[in-house]
């Protein structure tokens, strides 16, 4: 049984997450955690005065978001067939967002966090929200991030850019074979570097240990020469017909410019491409 968290504001953004997440998951026995986090500072500002803070309960606070994660419960009910293998519980609370999520993943012992990449107060122009970006970084669970245009597809073709940097423990890269054995997919390792450098010895190591480890799986590597990383990577997605782009979190120099600081107006896969960050 997985425990999957699902971070939601009501926006489209975060409905177009949770359809992802049923389909994706569709085959796979899974209590699903709807979780709405009301701000208390928010909540005031905006409902009662200053002077009224000290006397609003966490009740209160969370009272308007349980019916409308209700609501959210009844329009999955009515948009998707019943599926035995799904339960579904939802979860309000007033916090600080990443404090909140950090809770849930303990107590509920989460294995994945799905989210939408922006919510309903991001602006249109970033790749990734504040809150998808401060849980990526900040929370040490598999998330997985879906863009407001990404529809569902069976990730057949998985992406794993990396630098051959880090280490990658088994129960890091596990999700990764999960997606493969369920999906019958192929795991693309991706490497960009300057013309005419060469692996240094870790690096040759890291890699030797990625080729062991996918041994029983589908994979191939992939070496590409160019000068903005992030535009090897809209090639390589154009050209393998990419479903799924996975990162290591800790592998901080792929990690950033490609989820964070994309610099050319003709990169989209952010747009279109789910992410899974690993921990």
């Known amino acids: 049984m997985k425990n999957i968290l699902i971070p939601t504001d009501f926006s489209e953004n975060s409905w177009n997450a949770i359809e ?16 709405h986090v009301t701000t208390k500072n ?4 905006s409902v009662v005065s200053p002077s009224q803070t000290q006397d609003i309960s966490s009740e209160t606070l969370t009272q308007p978001s349980k019916k ?3 609501d959210i419960i009844k329009r999955i009910h009515e948009s998707f067939p019943k599926n035995p293998l799904h339960r579904f519980f939802a979860v309000s609370d007033s916090n600080y967002l990443i404090h909140s999520i ?18 309903s107060t991001d602006m249109k122009k970033l790749p990734i929200g504040s809150n998808a970006g401060n849980v990526i970084t900040k929370v040490k669970c598999a998330t997985m991030v879906i ?11 998985i992406a794993f850019p990396t630098d051959f940097s880090i280490f990658y423990r088994p129960e890091i ?20 570097n300057r013309k005419g450098v060469e692996l240094n010895d870790d690096q040759q190591r890291n890699k030797d240990y990625l080729d062991d480890y996918f041994i029983n799986c589908n994979h191939s590597f992939h070496f590409l020469t160019n000068t903005h990383l992030e535009d090897a990577v809209q090639q390589f997605v154009d050209d393998r017909n990419i479903n799924l782009i996975t990162m290591l979190a800790k592998n901080l120099n792929y990690f950033q410019k ?15 491409v789910p992410f899974l960050i690993l921990h």
Do not use: W
């Not at 992802?20 to 979780?35: D, E, I, M, R, V």
């Not at 950090?102 to 919510?119: D, F, N, P, S, Y």
């Open 102 to 119: 950090r809770e849930q993943v303990a107590q509920k012992k989460i294995h994945l966090i799905v989210m939408g990449t922006k919510g």
């Open 20 to 35: 992802y997440a049923l389909h994706f998951f569709s085959k796979s026995s899974c209590n699903f955690y709807l979780l």
């Open 258 to 272: 490609i989820l964070f600081h994309p610099t050319s107006n003709e990169i989209s896969y952010y747009k279109n």
């Open 173 to 192: 890269l596990q999700p990764i074979i999960d997606i493969v054995e369920t999906n019958n997919a192929s795991v693309n390792v991706l490497h960009v």
């Open 147 to 157: 863009p407001e245009n990404a529809k569902y597809k069976a990730p057949k073709e």
């Open 42 to 45: 928010t909540f005031v500002e």
């Open 68 to 70: 409308c994660l209700q």
